[in-house]
């Protein structure tokens, strides 16, 4: 069954997406609050494919939970809802670990596609063929292909799901210019309609965890009017 843990102190948005989660075939489980979250989270013996939270709430924000939430599990699917336009609160929940956000208002069928492409990637993920490739190296970094990690000088690495796919997709063509629009496709699928930018959030997030100075990186580097790349020389 598809679980998503709903997270929205105002009742009747809540309820909204509520109902039309469920009409496409969607196990829901509702908190009104972060820390209601928390500990259902946490008690749940059936457990979450993706989580929706919003982020301005009474106690713990959504910033907040969303941090907690990726402590606990690098795998779990995270959307960040807000009423705010500032492009510094997307930057920030994409920061702390979320795999996507949408903005409110939003309709019934952008909020049953994006939770569709993101449970498409967890379930591309989790039934991937058994026979691939064990590991990729680079230099000081292994990507581990059966476990899905990644290591530098044998020290884990902890990504998430989409970060994983980005390491994947430019370890698998080392030196090779990639544009946001084909990592966009690539990770997030061809349906996706949201913003070029978080590619480009997720590229910032991984320089803090894989380079020695992510203000000036030696692996994952830009390359000006091109895209990404991986660089091994």
């Known amino acids: 069954m598809k679980r998503i843990l709903i997270v929205e102190d105002e009742q009747n948005i809540r309820e909204f997406e509520v109902i039309n989660l469920r009409r496409v075939g969607y ?13 259902i989270y946490d008690n749940d013996p059936l457990g979450f494919d993706i989580a929706l939270l919003d982020i301005t709430m009474p106690g713990m924000d959504g910033f907040t939970l969303c941090k907690e939430l990726r402590k606990r599990s690098e795998t779990l699917g995270i959307i960040m809802l807000t009423a ?8 920030s929940g994409l920061m702390l670990g979320a795999d996507d956000y949408i903005t409110k208002p939003f309709s019934p069928t952008e909020l049953n ?23 990729i ?24 799901q989409v970060e994983f796919q980005i390491i994947e997709y430019l370890f698998s063509n080392p030196d090779t210019p990639l544009d946001r629009g ?3 496709t690539r990770v997030w699928g061809e349906s996706y309609f949201g913003e ?10 991984l320089r803090m965890k894989i380079e020695d ?9 830009t390359v000006w009017g091109m895209g990404y790349k991986w660089c091994t020389k």
Request: no cysteine.
């Open 27 to 39: 196990e829901t489980v509702e908190a009104g609050s972060g820390e209601e979250a928390l500990e």
């Open 84 to 91: 705010r336009t500032q492009e510094m609160d997307k930057v």
């Open 113 to 135: 596609a994006r939770i569709d492409s993101l449970y498409r990637r967890i379930e591309l993920v989790e039934n991937q063929p058994k026979e691939i490739s064990e590991e």
């Open 137 to 160: 190296r680079h230099d000081d970094f292994v990507l581990n292909m059966r476990r899905r990690t990644l290591s530098k000088n044998g020290r884990n690495i902890e990504l998430t």
């Open 182 to 184: 084909d990592i966009l």
């Open 196 to 205: 070029e930018k978080i590619v480009d959030v997720n590229i910032r997030r």
């Open 213 to 221: 100075e992510p203000s000036n990186p030696k692996h994952l580097v």
